[in-house]
């Protein structure tokens, strides 16, 4: 059963299409890697999921329920981490988590939980203007993941990371689905990352899906291309090169 499902979703500026006629199917209880350069359309997708901007063309299905008819709805199943996280600087990371709990009606325990889960429970008297990058980045991750939600959607939530902070926060999205019964769409521009906790991938470029499956489809479908396949960001960074060359050089 697919938990997020969007039919041919689209979404133009003036002059320019950020998102292009593009159906996905993200199966319940999975960790779905949204990948592609920067500037894809990753971002503006989550966007659209989260009713951040609406969609030009097309519509899409979260958990059974449809934009915009069900969007309220469809916010109260869904913790997000979109770009930089934004804080109130003057107050510490469990004062911020606190305020995301009374927003949503938690008991207050779901502030010690979010804390420990992202590993910032020693840091939570620390103003979050004192926070180093990857501590606002655990924080913005602890704010999405408070009260356990059924869909989890996140944006780059690596970035700034040292290489120890990118192991533990993959290997906490990677065990959330069987921890919490949740389905987590993360996104990135690395497939080095997702390849180690992404079960099924989407590859986004100029606003176009390129390619839908598992990373064995992806390697199947690449040696049949004649893409390289010893190293998975090499087919996909093949993919790209040769989706930019039929566009004509690319924009």
Partial sequence: MNIIETNHLTKS??????????SIHIPKGTVYGFLGPNGAGKSTTMKMFLGLTKPTGGDFLIDGK????????????????????SFYGNLTGEENLDI???????PKSAVDDALELTGLTQWRKRLARKYSLGMKQRLGLASA???????????????????VGIHEIRTLIR????????????????LSEIELMADNI????????????TLEELKQGAEMK??????????????????????GGAR
């Fill in 100 to 106: 995301v709990r009374r927003i949503l009606g938690l």
């Fill in 13 to 22: 500026y003036a002059g320019f299409t950020a998102v292009s006629n593009v």
């Fill in 202 to 213: 989407g590859i986004l470029n100029h606003g176009r899906l390129l390619f839908e499956g």
């Fill in 66 to 85: 449809k934009y915009p008819k069900d969007r309220i709805e469809i916010l109260k199943e869904v913790g997000s981490f979109i770009e930089a996280p």
């Fill in 175 to 190: 065990s959330l689905p069987e921890k919490f019964d949740c389905t987590v769409l993360v996104s990135s521009h690395l």
């Fill in 145 to 163: 993941l408070i009260g356990r939600p059924p869909i989890l959607i996140l944006d780059e939530p690596t970035n700034g990371l040292d290489p």
């Fill in 226 to 247: 004649g893409y390289p396949t010893d190293n998975l960001e090499e087919t996909f960074l093949a993919m790209i090169e040769e989706d930019n060359f039929q566009r």
